[in-house]
């Protein structure tokens, strides 16, 4: 049985350093994270993150199979789309705050494109909201579907 908390905690972590900054929280004054010889806890929200890549057309098995191994080394992506020219990659981060998670976004592609194996595209484009607006968009009809299936698809 795997330990979601610490998971998480591991995950978190991993993220902080990817920021380069830790992430850290004001006490309200009012006992929150005082006192006790605990340390505050972080606030942190949750973020729905569109990150889009494209470049040079690259063999779709290649393609296919990046997109496995970085899902594969961050559990935490849902779904990931794909052609020989771009791909968009959608996930919920874990932060503070949006400019957080947009900076975790916008490394993850660059911090992975050798681990993974991924083509030297670039970034263009990201889409970073927050958890209520994610499912307002979703309610409203306007917003993209939720990711299912989950996992790795041509478009």
Not at 4 to 24: F, N, P, W
Not at 75 to 86: G, I, K, M, Q, W
């Amino acid at each position: 049985m795997v330990n979601c908390e610490s998971r998480v905690d591991t995950r978190s972590a991993d993220r902080r350093r990817l920021v380069g900054r830790a992430l850290t929280s004001v006490g309200t004054g009012d006992g929150e994270g005082g006192g006790h010889g605990r340390e505050p806890e972080h606030d942190s929200r949750l973020w729905h993150v569109t990150l889009s890549v494209s470049g040079k057309p690259a063999p779709l098995s290649e393609v296919r199979r990046g997109l496995e191994q970085l899902a594969h080394d961050h559990p935490f992506l849902l779904t990931s789309r794909y052609a020989d020219d771009h791909a968009e990659i959608r996930y919920w981060e874990e932060a503070r705050d949006l400019h957080d998670a947009a900076a975790v976004a916008l490394r993850l592609w660059g911090e992975h494109r050798s681990s993974a194996q991924l083509p030297p595209w670039e970034i263009v484009g990201l889409e970073v909201i927050d958890r209520a607006t994610y499912h307002q968009r979703v309610a409203e009809g306007y917003g993209p579907p939720p990711a299912h299936p989950v996992g790795v698809h041509p478009y």
